[in-house]
């Protein structure tokens, strides 16, 4: 499973699936190839969501948390929902639907940002140069982990 970042779009999925990868993620919605007959936001209600789906099987799915998420996904199954919890203005809590991709999506980049904050270069840098190299180094570091973790 391999999940992406905004810049990516309906034809990387679609790539990625003919090579056996399964991935999902956020992405923008005035991306190449992305649906635009979504239902409108004042149509949407809080928990609603809406999707499109692709001969090849990619679905692209609109979800309205405070304000509308895209996300799109070449391996879920857009009729598949669960529950989460959000706060109300007033401190409550509050049971919305919420579709499986978003669910999954929160999960990978949750586990990726904690397991970033225990392998990450204790340096800090104002300038540019040395906090991108910082960051791919922490990235590298992470990736030689769980391949590590994989294998044995």
Known sequence: MLDF?????ITVLKD???LGIYSCGM?????????????????????????????DG???VKWMDKKAVYLASNFHIPEDFGTVNRKNKDGSI???????I????MGYVDRVD????????????????????????????????CNFYIKN
């Open 114 to 145: 904690m397991m970033k904050s225990f392998y990450e270069v204790d340096r800090k840098s104002k300038k540019m140069v040395p906090t991108t190299f910082l960051s791919f180094f922490t990235f590298v570091r992470l990736e030689c982990f």
């Open 27 to 55: 992405i923008k919605k005035n991306k190449q190839y992305m649906p635009t007959d979504f239902l409108s936001d004042k149509a949407m209600k809080h928990g609603e969501c809406d999707w499109r789906s692709t001969d």
């Open 16 to 18: 990625l699936l003919d």
């Open 102 to 105: 978003v669910m999954d999506y």
């Open 58 to 60: 990619i679905i692209s």
């Open 94 to 100: 509050q049971q919305v639907n919420c579709p499986k």
């Open 5 to 9: 970042v905004e810049r990516q779009n």
